[in-house]
C-alpha cells in the first residue's frame, strides 16, 4: 500500500517537472511547483496513516529548494546536492528519530 502511494507521488513530481521543461519563465516555473505541492498536499491527506505535518514539511523544503533553483538564486548542481542529501537522510536516519516515535512492544503480563 505504501509502496503504491509513493508511486502516486513521484508520479505527480515526475508529471510535474516534465510540464516544467515546456516553459521558461521563472514566474511559470514557481507557480507550476506550489501546484505540484498543492497536488502532493491532496493527496496525502487522502490517507489517515500517514503524517500530513512531517510529509509537507519535507515536501515544502524540497519545493523551495526547487524555487531557489528556478528563480536561479542557487546554482542547480547545489540545489541537486541538497535534495539528494536530503533524502539519502531520510533514508538512513530511520532509527533515530526518522520514524514514528513508537512505545517499545510490551505483553500484556508485563504490567
Same mark, same amino acid.
Given at each position: 500500500m505504501i509502496q503504491q502511494i509513493w508511486l502516486y507521488l513521484f508520479a505527480v513530481i515526475i508529471g510535474g517537472a516534465i510540464i516544467k521543461e515546456l516553459f521558461i519563465s521563472p514566474v511559470i516555473l514557481v507557480l507550476i511547483d506550489l501546484i505540484i505541492l498543492f497536488a502532493l498536499y491532496m493527496? +496525502?491527506?487522502r490517507y489517515s496513516f +500517514?503524517?500530513?505535518?512531517?510529509?509537507?514539511y519535507f515536501f515544502s523544503l524540497l519545493t523551495f529548494i526547487t524555487i531557489l533553483v528556478d528563480v536561479n538564486l542557487m546554482p542547480s548542481i547545489i540545489g541537486n546536492i541538497i535534495i539528494l542529501s536530503i533524502l539519502l537522510w531520510m533514508i538512513f536516519s530511520s532509527g533515530r528519530g526518522g520514524g514514528p516515535n513508537r512505545p517499545p512492544l510490551r505483553h500484556k503480563w508485563h504490567k
Open positions: 493527496l +496525502i491527506r +500517514i503524517d500530513v505535518k512531517r510529509s509537507m
